[in-house]
């Protein structure tokens, strides 16, 4: 068995404002092995970002509230190391590529230098072998190397995204975080900056954690997949698991709101109403308001994770070993 | 670059002129013969048509203007003050390093404070720190600041003796001036400082700098500031101009004979060509303050030196919202 | 049930303004210390203890005490009184002012706005001369040009302040006539005067109502520093800026002369700086600092 890189366990992450105190991240468990990559799935606000800047330790300190949990990363709980250990960490061991590439660079500093930067920040080396290091991260993304002194400005947001990718390479981190990091894009470059990430990947042994709200997207690129609603995992499993053996009402929403090929079918079924308000989650199972399988007793208390297979995992009372849900 | 420079200089000539019309008009509607007024009563009327002849003051409004006009531009002489009967070049030229010593000082403590200030109460927002600094900085806007001169001569020298309470020949006798003066530049600053720090501290880029794992001392510093120094330079150069202008009111109360305590006189006075001539001359101060602040938003944006590279129509444009 | 909660939100957005405003703690003692002055403003002969002008001249420079609680100065006069009166130049001349460049600014600014190219052309290149000069010192030659008085000051002082709003009430138009409900009020037949009326101006009313509030500070600032140098206000009417004046040569003697009419004049401004900072972070959460 692989080693393990990344183990969370019971993370709940609080935002508390003057007027709510909103529970966007509830007691959620994840791994993830060396070389491996995760799928994060789920709508806007699912908590799929929160539980990446958990991770990275960037959560704003000013309105942020990590409740409890541990983040164990390489052996160490990256919540209760020290600030200055937690820098080391971030941009080297662990990095993230973010949702927005437009907005993601800093717009007076050359694209150069902020390669140059993380390089500088995590290696004892000379300016000169930084600048070298810099521009062959560059042109290992694709871009050429005489960009290194062009402002971000001058690129397109494919491209920003490419210098993004490239920062956060640079130092070959052990694990790398992907927020969303094709929605900003056209089409056309998405399935370039996709294929970029996962050549990369494979290339540096890379583990993998990937936001995505789009199932087909981790289909392609990962190995495992976490669908996450209301802050909590609701599913999990490989690939396979998720897609051939859909135990979760709500997955099977995800999946009957994507246009298919394959399956004839005269219309699309999306899902019935809207996520619910994370300052005031229902009790017991969050997606009941809107499952067309739910009963009373789903409302009734905190529903228990099943694992239906070696490996998959499912947190929904249809999934209890004696199948109780439809007859009660 | 060049091309840009020359190019704001040219733009300068019509808002002179216009300045040159707006005075000359409200001086000519002023009230009162200067004649009457500078050679008093005991004068002969051939005396006062001989004033006249002598200053210009004789003709249309028109004709007055046009021949002040020529006497500015033809010959550079902006004319004779009435009181001093010296050349109101020499008058402003002897008045001008005093007030630009005073405004120098002032601006470059009023930066200091206001930055430094304006970069903790941002960076530690809602904090004890940033409650009082921005109180501070608020009653520093809403001070008038002849009544601040006042009060500081009242505490600093009457009652406590530190600093002597009128002139400027020490660097002492600096000190109250330039307090009275900086004081409201320097809560401008921090106030523009801290408002844009908080919304630069809040751009996806800072994250992307703290994932790198770097410092937050340098976050701040290399990323936050230099991103957040547009409004400030245009804040600190707004400032700077209007205490070149002459800290009006400072001066008299100081007793400092700067451009400020020269127009405040000369305005009260009827005197008007030295009027003419020192707002002309302010203006142009002005025109070259907002210049440099111009140069250096190039110097600190890269977006902004592009386009005064290649100057498109659109140049003008991104100044303005900058501005605005 | 989702449009019901957008027609519910949208009936509360007034509410939502008054609430984010009345949480502000400071903004709603300087509304009520305001409120207090256009009151002392309106009624000084019921609420001043003395008359501004009654001399004594056996009870000249008295220390402030109960029966003066700001002293009294050379005439023996109550500074108090001549301070609660003097609400009246300030508080008064200040919202007229205000209210004058205001509107004109605001025409001016829209036309601006609204027209662009040559007409936006002219009207900034005037702005730019206007702004060239110190606005103390236009402040100070237009109203030696129109003499001395209540009714010039005034004029001077809006002059000075409509170049301040015609830029914001440009910006603010600029942005929102791109827009597409403009558009929309353009195809269906409105003329230009209809849609600066009734679709950009009240959407643009939030940088208005802020400037105006601060502009009243400035106004207010302006006022004492004319009168200080004996331009505008002339004795005795009493004015905080020409009361400073006239103590000034008393002051390294008796600092009470001069320390409470600046300090009314400093709180005055301040409480309406203090306002609009409230009223901006109330009406537009977004800019909220």
């Given at each position: 068995m692989a080693k393990t890189i990344l183990e969370i366990k019971d993370l709940a992450v609080q935002y508390v404002t003057d007027e709510a105190v909103v529970e966007a991240v509830n007691h959620i468990d994840l791994s993830l092995e060396q070389g491996e990559s995760l799928g994060l799935v789920g709508e806007t606000g699912a908590g799929k970002t929160t539980t990446a800047l958990s991770v990275m330790q960037l959560l704003p300190d000013v309105s942020a509230r990590i409740v409890s949990g541990e983040i164990y990363f390489e052996g160490e709980d990256l919540i209760r190391i020290s600030p200055a250990k937690k820098r080391e960490y971030r941009g080297n061991k662990v990095s993230m590529i973010f949702q927005d590439p437009m907005t993601a660079l800093n717009p007076t500093l050359s694209v150069g230098d902020q390669i140059m930067e993380v390089i500088l920040l995590h290696n004892r080396i000379s300016r000169e072998e930084a600048k070298n290091r810099a521009v062959e991260m560059m042109e290992l993304v694709g871009l050429p190397g005489?960009?290194?002194?062009?402002?971000p400005h001058q690129f397109s947001g494919g491209m920003k995204q490419r210098v993004i990718i490239a920062i956060a390479l640079a130092c070959r981190p052990s694990l790398l975080i992907a927020d969303e990091p094709t929605t900003a894009l056209d089409v056309t470059i998405q399935a370039q900056v996709l294929h970029l990430i996962a050549r990369l990947k494979e290339e540096e042994q890379t583990s993998l954690i990937l936001i995505t709200h789009d199932l087909g997207i981790v289909a392609e690129t990962c190995q495992k997949a976490a669908i996450m609603y209301a802050g909590e995992i609701?599913?999990?499993?490989?690939?396979?698991?998720?897609?051939?053996?859909?135990?979760?009402?709500?997955?099977?929403?995800?999946?009957?709101?994507?246009?298919?090929?394959?399956?004839?079918?005269?219309?699309?079924?999306?899902?019935?109403?809207?996520?619910?308000?994370?300052?005031?989650?229902?009790?017991?199972?969050k997606f009941a308001p809107r499952c067309r399988y739910a009963t009373p007793a789903c409302s009734e208390a905190e529903v228990p994770v099943y694992e239906i297979e070696p490996g998959h995992l499912v947190k929904c009372l249809r999934a209890a070993p004696e199948g109780r849900s439809g007859d009660e | 670059m060049i091309r840009f420079i020359i190019?704001?200089?040219?733009?300068?000539?019509?808002?002179?002129?216009?300045?040159?019309?707006?005075?000359?008009?409200?001086?000519?509607?002023?009230?009162?013969?200067?004649?009457?007024?500078?050679?008093?009563d005991m004068a002969t009327e051939e005396d006062r048509e001989l004033f006249r002849e002598e200053h210009g003051l004789n003709g249309s409004f028109v004709e007055q203007y046009i021949n002040y006009m020529k006497r500015v531009i033809v010959e550079g002489d902006l004319g004779t003050s009435y009181t001093t009967k010296m050349s109101v070049t020499k008058e402003i030229v002897a008045r001008f390093p005093t007030t630009f010593k005073l405004a120098g000082v002032s601006i470059l403590i009023a930066c200091i404070i206001g930055i430094v200030a304006g970069v903790i109460s941002a960076t530690r927002q809602y904090s004890v720190f940033d409650h009082v600094a921005t109180g501070i900085s608020l009653i520093g806007v809403s001070l008038p600041n002849f009544w601040q001169g006042m009060m500081n001569i009242i505490v600093f020298s009457v009652w406590l003796g530190w600093f002597p309470p009128s002139g400027f020949s020490t660097p002492k006798h600096w000190v109250l001036p330039a307090i009275t003066i900086g004081t409201s530049s320097a809560a401008n600053i921090m106030r523009m400082t801290r408002s844009s720090m908080l919304e630069v501290i809040r751009q996806d880029y800072i994250r992307t700098a703290r994932s790198k794992g770097q410092k937050e001392g340098v976050v701040i510093r290399r990323h936050a500031l230099r991103n957040a120094l547009i409004p400030i330079i245009t804040v600190v150069g707004l400032n700077f101009g209007k205490l070149l202008g002459g800290a009006v009111l400072t001066e008299s109360i100081f007793s400092i004979a700067?451009?400020?305590?020269?127009?405040?006189?000369?305005?009260?006075?009827?005197?008007?060509?030295?009027?003419?001539?020192?707002?002309?001359?302010?203006?142009?101060?002005?025109?070259?303050?907002?210049?440099i602040v111009d140069i250096l938003y190039a110097f600190v944006d890269p977006k902004i030196r592009s386009q005064y590279m290649a100057p498109r129509r659109t140049a003008y444009k991104g100044k303005e919202e900058t501005n605005g | 049930m989702a449009e019901q909660e957008i027609i519910v939100k949208k009936k509360s957005q007034f509410r939502d303004v008054l609430h984010r405003f009345l949480k502000n703690k400071a903004a709603v003692i300087s509304l009520f210390f305001i409120l207090l002055l256009i009151i002392c403003a309106i009624f000084p002969e019921q609420i001043a203890p003395y008359s501004y002008s009654q001399q004594n001249y056996s009870e000249t420079f008295i220390s402030p005490c109960l029966a003066h609680p700001f002293g009294t100065d050379n005439y023996g006069r109550d500074i108090l009184s001549r301070v609660i009166y003097g609400t009246r130049i300030s508080i008064g001349i200040g919202l007229v002012a205000v209210a004058l460049s205001c509107v004109f600014g605001i025409v001016i600014g829209a036309a601006a706005g609204f027209y662009g190219s040559t007409t936006d052309n002219i009207i900034m290149r005037i702005i730019d001369i206007m702004l060239a000069i110190p606005s103390i010192l236009l402040m100070m030659a237009i109203v030696t040009a129109l003499g001395n008085g209540a009714v010039n000051l005034t004029i001077a002082i809006a002059i000075s302040s409509v170049p301040g709003y015609a830029r914001i009430v440009r910006a603010s138009v600029m942005t929102e006539k791109e827009l597409e409900y403009i558009e929309a009020a353009r195809s269906s037949g409105a003329t230009d005067l209809k849609i600066i009326m009734r679709h950009i101006l009240p959407n643009c009313l939030a940088p208005i109502i802020v400037q105006a509030t601060m502009s009243i500070a400035t106004a207010i600032l302006s006022i004492a520093s004319l009168s200080f140098v004996g331009l505008g206000i002339s004795p005795p009417t009493p004015e905080w800026g020409s009361m400073l004046n006239d103590a000034q040569s008393f002051m390294r003697d008796h600092w009470f002369v001069v320390t409470f009419p600046g300090l009314m004049i400093m709180l005055t401004v301040f409480a309406f700086n203090l306002l609009g900072d409230g009223l901006r972070d109330a009406l537009d959460p977004k800019l909220k600092t």
């Open positions: 005489e960009r290194f002194n062009d402002y609701m599913e999990y499993g490989t690939v396979e698991h998720i897609f051939n053996n859909t135990a979760h009402p709500y997955t099977e929403g995800l999946f009957g709101s994507i246009p298919n090929l394959n399956r004839k079918v005269s219309r699309l079924t999306p899902i019935p109403g809207l996520a619910p308000d994370p300052a005031a989650l229902p009790r017991g199972c | 190019k704001r200089l040219l733009m300068m000539i019509p808002v002179l002129l216009g300045v040159t019309l707006v005075v000359f008009t409200i001086m000519y509607f002023t009230p009162g013969d200067p004649a009457q007024i500078i050679l008093g700067g451009i400020g305590k020269l127009m405040v006189d000369a305005i009260k006075a009827k005197n008007t060509p030295l009027v003419q001539g020192g707002v002309l001359f302010i203006a142009v101060v002005m025109c070259f303050v907002n210049l | -």
